[in-house]
């Protein structure tokens, strides 16, 4: 099924796909106040692409697609303020791509889900994630679970974080086995950064690079395999930042911090290897 639709100004839309069949939606929006609903329940799955022909803009959008099983995709812009997304992809192949442009967004990702609209029940889908994110005081979550990705095969989770802007907010989570690669990217101040990284089996690897004032930056590593985390903070011109970095694994662990501090009240660093 391929579907465009084009509301303008304070129209809701509501619509509801559960066709267990090859699924396609376009989707150009502009205006705001709208409303977006979409379950996919089988096989191809998708909602792209990443361009011109699948973007929303406007301000105060609500957004809830869910995929659910076989090959999975989502890409889309979203270009305006206070909207709210939904994104949840559970099992098979998975895939997302969002690109967001605003201030007080409130957006999640979930593949496999949990934290905690719970679900995973073994998955095993292809979790991989990608932000890209220019605006403030926006709110990002990316959840991702696989139970039996130890035993069932597929790549190590992967999910990366691009932002420039002031006062963002990213919830960074991978959970289950063979693997967690994560990448966070911050140009801006103020910002918060919480990433958890846990499972038995595979290495769980953490690069951090965040460019501006008054950071809090909390990393956490739990589980068996070893645990890499690569960290760069800076905080040349105002307030400083505060690192935690907690590794807890009885298998290798390492890090590498760099940090340039001119706050005169100095910096927070704490490491805790177990």
Request: hydrophobic share 30%.
């Amino acid at each position: 099924m391929i579907l465009t639709l084009f509301k303008l100004s304070s129209i809701i839309c509501l619509l509801m796909i559960t066709t267990a069949s090859a699924n396609e939606i376009y989707i150009t929006q502009s205006g705001n106040n709208f409303n977006l609903d979409v379950i996919q329940d089988g096989e191809n799955n998708q909602v792209k692409p990443i361009n011109l022909t699948s973007q929303m803009n406007g301000d105060d959008f609500t957004l809830s697609i869910s995929q659910k099983g076989n090959d999975n995709l989502i890409e889309g812009n979203v270009n305006g303020n206070n909207n709210t997304g939904d994104l949840r992809q559970t099992s098979d192949d998975n895939f997302q791509r969002v690109s967001v442009e605003g201030v007080n967004n409130d957006l999640k990702v979930y593949q496999g889900t949990h934290n905690d609209g719970t679900i995973d029940l073994d998955e095993t889908g292809g979790h991989e994630a990608y932000w890209t994110v220019y605006g403030d005081n926006n709110d990002l979550g990316s959840y991702q679970t696989d139970t039996n990705r130890g035993g069932g095969g597929g790549f190590p989770h992967h999910l990366s974080n691009i932002i420039e802007g002031d006062f963002n907010t990213v919830d960074h989570t991978q959970m289950g086995k063979a693997g967690h690669d994560g990448f966070v990217e911050i140009t801006g101040d103020d910002n918060t950064v919480d990433l958890l990284q846990r499972g038995n089996g595979g290495q769980k690897w953490a690069d951090i690079v965040l460019t501006g004032d008054g950071h809090t930056v909390d990393v956490d590593q739990r589980g068996t395999g070893s645990h890499s985390a690569a960290v760069d903070l800076s905080s040349a011109n105002g307030p400083g930042y505060n690192l935690s970095l907690t590794q807890d694994s009885a298998n290798n662990q390492s890090y590498t911090m760099t940090g340039i501090c001119n706050d005169p009240n100095g910096c927070s660093v704490s490491v805790t290897q177990y």
